[in-house]
């Protein structure tokens, strides 16, 4: 609706030294850990913090001594007073106690600890490493930005589910060994356990196999991530991949495990494997792969069942289960399309030979062959949803990913099972529905909507959840390109789910989470991660009255926190500038300057916008909703690729879009801001259309009321033909409607199948 800034993340420890301040006269409590504990029970006195904690030589502890050294390094991250070690020093003393571990109700090992904060000194108590991983951590938390104590407390605290995890597809835009590392960090400082990682796909394979050095020399690269028009198939900035090696493999595993993170990888089959048979075509059941796509969606290359085939798999899994020590082996599964099984003489001989009459059953007897092979060497199979398609292989687990309804028949027929529904657990989708919002998909998984996620179906029975292994936050990377974005995306909706999986029914409460967030973000930021800031940023609507020289305002933030400070005069928000209380009558043109505050702690980045009569007007392409039938995606377009990209509302099968409640008595026409891409999602056997080489009657009609209602005006669109960026279309009349409308842009003629026409903003005309 108008153009919005924010003071970037540099501002943000400036907003948050409030807390620091308000601090000052309060020692910190548990209050600041997240997730929250199990149990917290408050004592007398504080802990004098300013001659920091000693330390007595633990050479007979080396979980202790390890667990020492890791609290030292959190502790320099946010510039708390160190640890001390050495008999002489009159500080407070840090001890570890040993205790005898017990496993846990539904397996797994014992992370519970004991913590216990008393004037004389702290005292973390646990039967494994990982307890006393945890109860540290839990006390950096305390310690973080203390203002030189903390208060006297008994924390008793252990996890609600084993699998606390993430997943990362490093394989359609991949990230660095560095951003995996920093990703580790951030999940053992939330109590996250489980890094789901996801290698190889369609549109690459990132994981070095030695014995067939082809899988990342031919299928980790492609041509480009989306061509600019001008570049055909060979873009200018080359091709676009890589891969990790062993080493820098082993060195992740390696680093997660001490920081109690067991690493999963996933290897895809039999479908998603274009880039595996586009290096070894011989896997496939199908001839003549035009080469490594650049494209997303679902493509219909499967391996076929040959013998040779499984030796393949068989043998790249075997280096993979050296890489990853631990018990799960993922091997995808999900939207294998069967039509090249269907059309493949041999394929269709074996499953003759073998009495199976559809293809889902063939499916089912792949992976039980593959899951006999690696229960062989002592791991555990696991499976998307799709796996229980045709019959579950005897030991599998699966990924619920289709809402839950798969867990839910996995844990009815005795099998264990892990939830990451779509709804709301893919961090994919965007979190909320501000204009400012990054690429993602629609609709909102929003903050709240992780946070209260129930991930006990109560169709279940008691025995039947204990088949719940936990919760998994996946963030898949087709429309998320960088590291920043990928953070973006991530955090801080993985702390939401970090307490949603550990803290007990109970001791969860979404209101108080967020007045814990604020410092969990400064410390977020103070290891150079840039958490999104969109539950607490403000937003702005303006709505026009009378003439259209003043306008209603309306100013909000998603999480609905503390209160709202505004200025119009062009002075910075203070805790002491005017509070929003409802409504607000304001001149136009203004500027209006605003910053939520819980308490004294300032939350989020100072909002500033420009409000004028066309602004009010004004709709990002995030403000409308698609027409009926059609499935949105905020993309932003590669070029520039060093500069701040467009960000468009994309919709693949009908190009509409809807302006709500459009007031005709105001305006007389509309520019809109357009772009187009190459058409580049796949769906299933059906090839990717083929551009044309003119194009000159596409347009966007305007319909009034529906998408079927009279055209109002058209705005031809060969000006924005395979054109980067927005382009700004030359403006169009509107007449023959007064009052309030809804609009529907839709366009027609398209002519050109090979092109994705984007919109970007529709700007009304003032009359």
């Known amino acids: 609706m108008k153009t919005i800034s924010r003071t970037k993340h540099a501002l943000l420890p400036v907003a948050f030294c409030s807390l620091s301040l308000f601090a000052t006269s309060q020692a910190q409590t548990a209050n600041s850990v997240i997730p929250a504990p199990a149990r917290v029970e408050a004592s007398s006195g504080t802990l004098d913090l300013r001659r920091g904690l000693a330390v007595r030589a633990t050479t007979s502890d080396v979980d202790a001594s390890s667990v020492t050294r890791y609290l030292q390094g959190l502790l320099a991250t946010t510039h708390t007073p160190a640890l001390l070690t050495g008999e002489k020093t009159k500080a407070p003393q840090l001890t570890f106690v040993h205790r005898e571990a017990h496993r846990p109700e539904k397996g797994g090992d014992d992370e519970s600890y004991a913590l216990d904060v008393t004037p004389a000194g702290v005292t973390i108590t646990a039967g494994s490493r990982a307890g006393y991983l945890y109860g540290a951590i839990s006390l950096w938390q305390m310690m973080a930005h203390a203002p030189g104590s903390i208060s006297a407390v008994h924390i008793e605290d252990g996890p609600r589910f084993r699998w606390r995890g993430i997943m990362l597809d490093s394989a359609r835009h991949m990230q660095s060994e560095q951003f995996i590392l920093q990703l580790l960090d951030y999940m053992a400082e939330h109590k996250l356990n489980t890094f789901h990682w996801h290698l190889t796909e369609d549109q690459g394979w990132r994981i070095e196999i030695k014995r067939y050095p082809k899988l990342t020399s031919v299928g980790g690269f492609r041509p480009q991530t989306m061509p600019p028009w001008q570049a055909g198939s060979n873009a200018p900035t080359g091709p676009y991949g890589g891969f990790y090696t062993q080493d820098q493999i082993r060195h992740v595993v390696a680093y997660a495990k001490e920081r109690n993170i067991t690493v999963v990888p996933e290897i895809e089959m039999p479908g998603h494997a274009t880039a595996a048979l586009v290096a070894y075509p011989e896997l496939g059941s199908a001839k003549g792969l035009p080469g490594m796509p650049v494209g997303w969606g679902i493509y219909p290359t499967l391996f076929n069942t040959d013998d040779a085939t499984f030796e393949f798999l068989q043998n790249v899994l075997t280096e993979v289960m050296d890489l990853f020590p631990g018990e799960y082996i993922h091997v995808g599964g999900d939207e294998a399309l069967k039509d090249q ?427």
């Not at 099972?417 to 501000?434: E, G, H």
């Open 341 to 767: 099984w269907k059309s493949n003489p041999t394929v269709q001989a074996k499953m003759k030979e073998l009495g199976i009459h559809d293809e889902d059953a063939m499916q089912s007897w792949f992976m039980g062959r593959m899951e006999k092979f690696i229960n062989a060497h002592g791991r555990r199979l696991v499976g998307w949803d799709e796996i229980l398609q045709g019959g579950l292989s005897p030991n599998a687990t699966v990924m619920s990913w289709r809402g839950i309804e798969g867990a839910v028949s996995a844990a009815k027929q005795g099998h264990d099972a892990i939830l990451t529904p779509n709804r709301p657990l893919y961090f994919n989708y965007r979190q909320s529905d501000a204009t400012d919002e990054t690429a993602g998909r629609d609709p909102v998984n929003s903050l709240a909507d992780v946070y209260n996620f129930k991930a006990l179906p109560a169709v279940l029975t008691t025995a039947e959840q204990a088949h719940v292994l936990g919760v998994q936050g996946s963030i898949w990377s087709e429309y998320v390109l960088t590291e920043d974005r990928v953070q973006h995306m991530l955090f801080p909706r993985a702390a939401a789910l970090a307490e949603m999986a550990w803290s007990p029914d109970g001791r969860r409460d979404y209101k108080d989470f967020l007045h814990r967030l604020p410092a969990d973000l400064q410390r977020t930021e103070d290891a150079g991660v840039k958490p999104a800031l969109s539950v607490f940023e403000v937003q702005a609507h303006a709505t026009p009255t009378g003439a259209g020289d003043h306008a209603s305002l309306q100013l909000a933030t998603q999480g609905n926190l503390g209160e709202i400070h505004y200025t119009l005069d062009g002075s910075p928000v203070k805790k002491t500038s005017p509070v929003f209380n409802g409504d607000l009558q304001i001149s136009l043109p203004s500027e209006v300057h605003a910053l939520a505050f819980d308490g004294t702690t300032a939350l989020g980045l100072p909002m500033t916008q420009k409000i004028t009569l066309a602004s009010t007007m004004r709709r990002d392409s995030r403000e409308l909703d698609a027409c009926t039938g059609s499935a949105g995606i905020q993309m932003e377009q590669d070029p520039p690729r060093n500069a701040e990209r467009p960000v468009f509302r994309v919709v693949y099968s009908n190009p509409c879009w809807i302006y709500r409640k459009a007031d005709l008595d105001r305006f007389n026409g509309v520019t809109l801001g357009m772009g187009s891409i190459p058409y580049i999602f796949r769906s299933g056997s059906r090839p990717m259309p083929a551009p044309i080489s003119t194009m000159t009657t596409a347009k966007v009609a305007v319909h009034v009321d529906s998408c079927k209602g009279p055209v109002l005006t058209t705005v031809p669109l060969a000006p924005a033909w395979r054109k980067d960026g927005v382009v700004t279309l030359p403006p169009a009349a509107i007449t023959g409607a007064a009052g309030v409308h809804d609009l529907c842009f839709a366009v027609e003629n398209t002519e050109d199948p090979g092109t994705v026409w984007l919109l970007n903003y529709i700007q009304p005309t003032p009359r």
